[in-house]
Structures are given as C-alpha cells and as structure tokens.
C-alpha cells in the first residue's frame, strides 16, 4: 500500500491545488498539453555576488527565464489553471478543446468549446466554429484572460478577437470557487462578444465588395499602394512590402473566389493570409502565438475593424 501511494504522490508532485480530489484529472490534462511543468522565484545577485531584491521568474524544468521580480510577486502555476478551467468547464458545461504555451512557457493557453457556430455563410456555404480561449503569462505580459477565438472549418482560418471587456476582479481573491463564478461572468462575456462578431460576419456576407476596399486593406497590412504600376511601386516600396503585398492578394483571390465577392471574402483572405502565409520567427508553435498574442492578431483585429467599418 505504500509503494502505491508513494507512486501516486510521485505523479502528482507539483501540482499545486485547491483541492486534492482534482489531482488525477489536473495532471491528465496538464500532459496532454505539455504544461506539466511548474515555476518558481529564484534570487538574483550581483557580479561581487550580493544578493538583490529582485527574484527571477523561472521555468523549473529548463531553468528559462521569463521575468524579473519583487518578492510579493506569487506565480500563478499551470496546474492552478488547469484545475481552474476543470471548474469552470464543470460547472459552465463547456467541452475543453485545446491548450499549450508560447516563447518556451512565457505565456500559456487554454481554450474551451463555446458552443456558437454559424453554419452556411459565403458562396460555399461554409461554417464557423467558436472557441473561448484563455490566455496566461509567466513573463508578466498578462494575468489570466477570456476572449473569442473562431475558426473557418473549410480553410481552417483563425481569427482571435482582442476581448473588449476584461474583468480584474478574479486576480484579487484566493477562494478557488470565487473565481470560478468570476470566470465564468467573463467567460460569458466573450460568448456575447463572439455572437456579435458572427453577426457581423454575416452581414460582410451579404456586402458586394469593391477594388478601393481592396486597396485599403492591402495598403492598412503592408503599406502598399497596388493602384501604384510596377514601376512606380519598386521605386517607393521595399522589396519585402512587395512580396507581403502579393502574398496577401493570393490569399484575398483565393477566398473571394471560394466565398463570394464580398467583404466576408476579403476579411476571410485577411486570415487566410495570417493563419498560412505571414512570416513568423522561427520556434516551436510562432504560427499559432502570432495567431493569439502576436502580430497576425493585431493585423486580424485592426483589419475587422476596418472592415466592419465600410458600408
């Protein structure tokens, strides 16, 4: 019996959790998206080896480095968000459906079926599927946030929508099921933002699309004029513009012809374009972190805006 329970407390070594009875399931899911890993604060010196103030932010496995700190800063585990999203996914009724981190554990993700689809939209008839996605940081980007994430099911093109209402009340109260309830309003929160955006989505659906919108897309991601000639663009724009330019207006043609000639088709060449083609550094999942924190999200964001924007 105790070479099984030292087995068992050994599996579970730590995870740092609210309630124990989790522990099998935290773990589970921690291992299916690689998060089982912890963090911890580790004293910084100087040079003459003095010790200082500051304390390192540090990922124990690999000994990565992800901030700097003051001794009152307490690291917000994985395992600690793992048994978080179990809640909420418990109580709320959500399936969860994907997570992982970025920049080696810098910042980490969680995501949850929210259960809104919009179904036969575009010439092609195609769906939308959302996503409620959370996002975290051990470098201090960021605390623990809720917002929409959908994806186009024929072209697999993501769009993360930047959360428009973030709730802070979480962050401050200890008692696991407090922020559960507080999640959750959050969570709720994104959901509404999610059903607007695909309200919009539909009515983009239903607008003919015109060349100077075109152009103002192209020009609003790259800084290209494509009503300039060859000549008068080789001359005023750098060759790396260029070629995003072109790539950008493959995906826009691509999209126009599958899903109409209609603003719906250019947002959707807009994603295509930073879902496949957008050149991201070169380290494990930069696709995907350009897709949630990075600058494919901006783009997609600024660009819905735009688009939105014309009658």
């Not at 730590?14 to 773990?27: T, W």
């Not at 689809?117 to 996503?131: A, C, F, S």
């Given at each position: 019996m105790e070479n099984i329970q030292n087995l068992i407390d050994n599996a579970f070594s730590?995870?740092?959790?609210?309630?124990?009875?989790?522990?099998?399931?935290?773990?589970s899911l921690l291992d299916q998206f690689d998060l089982r890993w912890t963090v911890s604060?580790?004293?910084l010196y100087l040079a003459d080896g003095t010790e200082t103030n500051y304390k390192a932010v540090v990922r124990d496995d690999n000994k990565q480095v992800f901030q700097t700190c003051k001794d009152s800063y307490s690291p917000y585990q994985n395992s600690e968000m793992?048994?978080?999203?179990?809640?909420?996914?418990?109580?709320g009724g959500y399936q969860i459906h994907d997570g992982g981190y970025f920049k080696d554990g810098a910042k980490t993700f969680v995501q949850l079926i929210s259960g809104n689809?919009?179904?036969?939209?575009?010439?092609?008839?195609?769906?939308?599927?959302?996503?409620t996605t959370g996002l975290n940081s051990h470098d201090g980007s960021m605390s623990l946030k809720w917002g929409s994430t959908n994806k186009t099911i024929c072209c697999q093109n993501v769009f993360n929508a930047v959360?428009?209402?973030?709730?802070?009340?979480?962050?401050h109260t200890t008692r696991l099921q407090d922020k559960v309830d507080m999640y959750l309003t959050e969570i709720g929160a994104a959901i509404m933002q999610e059903q607007s955006i695909f309200n919009t989505f539909v009515r983009l659906s239903e607008t003919p699309l015109n060349q100077h919108q075109i152009t103002r897309v192209v020009k609003e991601i790259t800084g290209v004029d494509i009503m300039q000639t060859?000549?008068?663009?080789?001359?005023?724009?750098s060759t790396y513009n260029l070629n995003r330019s072109e790539e950008l207006l493959t995906s826009i043609s691509k999209e126009?012809?599958?899903?109409?000639?209609?603003?719906?088709?250019?947002?959707?060449?807009?994603?295509?374009?930073?879902?496949?083609?957008?050149?991201?550094?070169?380290r494990e999942?930069?696709?995907?972190?350009?897709?949630?924190?990075?600058?494919?999200s901006q783009i997609d964001n600024r660009v819905f805006d735009l688009v939105s924007s014309f009658n």
């Open positions: 730590g995870l740092k959790l609210q309630d124990p009875a989790n522990s099998e399931r935290v773990a604060k580790q004293p793992a048994e978080l999203l179990i809640r909420i996914a418990d109580k689809e919009l179904k036969d939209i575009g010439k092609n008839r195609t769906k939308v599927v959302g996503y959360s428009k209402q973030l709730g802070n009340s979480a962050r060859r000549n008068e663009a080789s001359n005023n724009f126009v012809n599958q899903k109409g000639e209609t603003l719906w088709g250019l947002f959707s060449g807009v994603t295509n374009y930073t879902t496949h083609r957008i050149p991201v550094p070169n999942n930069a696709r995907q972190e350009s897709k949630y924190v990075g600058t494919a």
